[in-house]
T-cell receptor
Framework: DAKTTQPNSMESNEEEPVHLPCNHS???????IHWYRQLPSQGPEYVIH???SNVNNRMASLAIAEDRKSSTLILHRATLRDAAVYYC???????????FGKGTLLTVNP | EADIYQTPRYLVIGTGKKITLECSQT?????MYWYQQDPGMELHLIHY???????EKGDLSSESTVSRIRTEHFPLTLESARPSHTSQYLC????????????FGEGSRLTVL
């Protein structure tokens, strides 16, 4: 599985946009890019995923670089409830298993 | 809301005891996974299953074992618990696709004294 690199931590102010970067330079052509987040004392929850095109859902947007070697999760207006560890992971094909790195700890200031 | 349940949520036991962590999902998902996570650390895949009677070891070696006799049930067992097994264990499931959303349970936090 392709490895991912994310900053250890990021900080944002409430109601401001947040851009969380992820590098996945060894991604293969069939790998999807997935983002999950984990709130304190909970299991991870799905945020968004994509293959080549940018994706939007009610939680966030995913911007994927043209060469697919990096992506950015965009929270359009951060709230205090968005404070969590955000994981970027890549996987695909029939052998579907997601591996998670240390992720990015997002702190949201009031 | 995800229909995947883990019990117990918290367990404190002595060394040498046998324990089973339960994981059940009511979504009819074929694929199920067990992850291990220490506080502030990454999740490590320790077991996964693609269906009934299918189990595989994950990326991190674990002394635990799993079974998959029914689609909805994926228990994890430690025959003889040790302090080094102290950790949080997270169960997850997804449909049999290569892009499916992974649904996680709330986790079982195990402490071995």
């Amino acid at each position: 599985d392709a490895k991912t690199t994310q900053p250890n931590s990021m900080e944002s102010n409430e109601e401001e946009p947040v851009h969380l970067p992820c590098n996945h330079s060894t991604i293969s052509g069939t790998d999807y890019i997935h983002w999950y987040r984990q709130l304190p004392s909970q299991g991870p929850e799905y945020v968004i995923h994509g293959l080549t095109s940018n994706v939007n859902n009610r939680m966030a947007s995913l911007a994927i670089a043209e060469d697919r070697k990096s992506s950015t999760l965009i929270l359009h207006r951060a709230t205090l409830r968005d404070a969590a560890v955000y994981y970027c992971t890549v996987s695909g094909g029939s052998n579907y298993k997601l591996t998670f790195g240390k992720g990015t700890l997002l702190t949201v200031n009031p | 809301e995800a229909d995947i349940y883990q019990t117990p949520r918290y367990l404190v036991i002595g060394t040498g005891k046998k324990i089973t962590l339960e994981c059940s999902q009511t979504m009819g998902h074929d694929k199920m996974y067990w992850y291990q996570q220490d506080p502030g650390m990454e999740l490590h895949l320790i077991h996964y299953s693609y269906g009934v009677n299918s189990t595989e070891k994950g990326d991190l070696s674990s002394e635990s074992t799993v079974s998959r006799i029914r689609t909805e049930h994926f228990p994890l067992t430690l025959e003889s618990a040790r302090p080094s097994h102290t950790s949080q264990y997270l169960c997850a499931s997804t449909r049999l696709t290569n892009t499916g959303e992974l649904f996680f349970g709330e986790g079982s936090r195990l402490t071995v004294l």
